[in-house]
């Protein structure tokens, strides 16, 4: 049986899939994961890439390939025996305009390895009422609701509160009153997911985070998770809140698409004052700006 090697981009990610293979029982042994924020040093035998060692492989899987750089690529493809499989999407690469990461889009991947294509037609997760609005924000101008399977049940929320404190305080009352339990709270920056951090626990609100070098993320568990938009790629969450969504240079757009697009239910988009300019081309239509169920919730 050949060896596997999963190749995870984000701490939270990894976490989410360590925490999935236990659940499921499988021999962690059978699974190696790193992830790319070191540079390779070659050896005799292989590459060492943030103190692990990458040797030869059967079948080596990169998810999130978008965000990987061309002399990545070729390791991969050195060290994978049999196959090389590589997963992604263009509209989600977060570092395209970082001139030191130099990663590579999904096409120029192609063109590189001249591997052959093919398009994931049908995305069974993201409902059409959460993509007919993420379309607008997607970088490629991808027709992200002809994709989708499900329908969904209530468009998007788009709130507007007169502080950030007011903000956190709908979140933790929307969660408790709807008994919510599998919920993503993404932020801009670490420092902003450190201040919700403490001001959600400081409000009695059991919550768990990654920010910087702290990470208590446990997968397993029904705790609200706090995180960065870039944490949050390939990650889902039944409910995703967005506070303080106020993005509006255009290396933030990718980002806020990860964010937006990592519920498979519900969506609140949470602002004070102005809200990005990025949703201006969305038909008001396609969007709530009041809670539907606000009887039943007391904010």
Not at 65 to 72: E, G, I, N, P, T
Not at 242 to 248: I, S
Not at 273 to 286: E, M, Y
């Amino acid at each position: 049986m050949g060896s596997y090697l999963y190749v995870v981009y984000t701490k939270a990610l990894r976490q989410y899939m360590e925490d999935g293979i236990r659940t499921v029982g499988l021999n962690d042994n059978n699974v190696k994961n790193f992830d790319s924020c070191f540079s390779w040093t070659k050896t005799d035998t292989g590459f060492v890439r943030g103190g692990w060692k990458v040797g030869y492989y059967d079948y080596i899987i990169v998810d999130e390939a978008q965000d990987f750089s061309r002399a990545d690529i070729e390791v991969f493809r050195k060290y994978a025996r049999k196959a090389l499989l590589l997963y992604g999407d263009s509209a989600q690469q977060l570092y395209k305009f970082n001139p030191e990461k130099e990663p590579l889009s999904m096409e120029e991947i192609q063109t590189m390895t001249k591997y052959p294509m093919e398009q994931l037609v049908f995305n069974h997760r993201l409902p059409k009422k959460i993509a007919r609005v993420a379309e607008y924000i997607n970088s490629e101008r991808d027709e992200l609701e002809e994709r989708c399977t499900i329908e969904g049940t209530e468009k998007p929320k788009i709130l507007r509160f007169a502080s950030r404190d007011a903000e956190l305080d709908a979140i933790a009352s929307i969660i408790r009153n709807k008994s919510l339990e599998d919920v993503g709270i993404l932020f801009r920056h670490n420092e902003d997911v450190e201040y919700a951090y403490r001001y959600l626990s400081n409000k009695g609100l059991t919550v768990e985070a990654k920010y910087g070098r702290q990470m208590d993320l446990d997968f397993t568990s029904d705790n609200p998770k706090l995180m960065t938009y870039h944490s949050s790629k390939g990650l889902q969450f039944e409910n995703v809140f967005v506070p303080d969504c106020v993005a509006e240079n255009e290396d933030e757009r990718n980002p806020l698409y990860v964010a937006i697009t990592r519920t498979y239910e519900m969506l609140y988009i949470m602002h004070t004052g102005n809200l990005s300019s990025f949703f201006d081309p969305i038909p008001r239509s396609l969007y709530d700006t009041s809670l539907q169920s606000a009887s039943t919730i007391t904010l």
